[in-house]
């Protein structure tokens, strides 16, 4: 019985801490559809592809630090063309126009991400603990909780979370 407890409770905090990471890219969703009108399906794409971005550029002997400057500059160019070249376009469209242009988006995304950095997995030691975090007989997943609490640090201080409902 007691290894039942055990695994509730072990499933119960992992899935807290996966509703933390998921009510973050809701917010993402949120903030991105309110400051363009643009429901944006690409949101995760580009996410991975500045992802793959920071390691390839790291992979090629730069630090973390300046490859995350890289990094923000290469995103921050593309985000602007992308807005230049295809939602700016598309704007007083159709929801289902921009729907199914950010789904594409996605796709080309994702691809181009392959061809630049290729397939294989890489490596990005960001210096958060890996292994298993115990208390008493139940396992916590250490880089879960890490993430977790460095979510629930930013957000206390955004101005948005100190707002009230509209």
């Known amino acids: 019985m007691s290894s039942n407890v055990q695994f509730f409770f072990e499933v119960l905090i992992s899935g807290l801490l996966t509703g933390v990471l998921y009510s973050l890219v809701a917010i993402g969703f949120v903030l991105i559809y309110k400051a ?6 690409a949101q995760g794409a580009m ?3 500045a992802a793959m971005t920071l390691v390839g550029i790291s992979d090629l002997g730069l630090n973390i630090p300046v490859s995350a400057i890289l ?3 290469v995103m ?11 939602l700016r376009r598309i704007v007083n469209q159709s929801q289902i126009s921009l729907f199914m242009v950010t789904i594409g988006l996605s796709y080309v995304l994702l691809g181009l991400g392959q061809l630049v950095w290729g397939a294989e997995v890489h490596v990005l030691d960001v ?3 890996v292994g298993q975090f115990v208390v008493g ?4 997943n250490q880089f879960d909780l890490s993430v977790a609490a460095i979510c629930e640090s ?3 201080r955004s ?7 509209r």
């Open 36 to 41: 363009s009108g643009v429901f944006n399906f």
């Open 47 to 49: 996410v991975l592809f």
């Open 71 to 73: 990094t923000v500059i």
């Open 76 to 86: 921050v160019v593309f985000a602007y063309s992308v807005e230049y070249f295809i």
């Open 127 to 129: 210096g958060l603990p």
């Open 137 to 140: 007989d139940i396992f916590i």
């Open 154 to 156: 930013s957000c206390s």
């Open 159 to 165: 101005p948005i979370s100190s707002r009230g409902p």
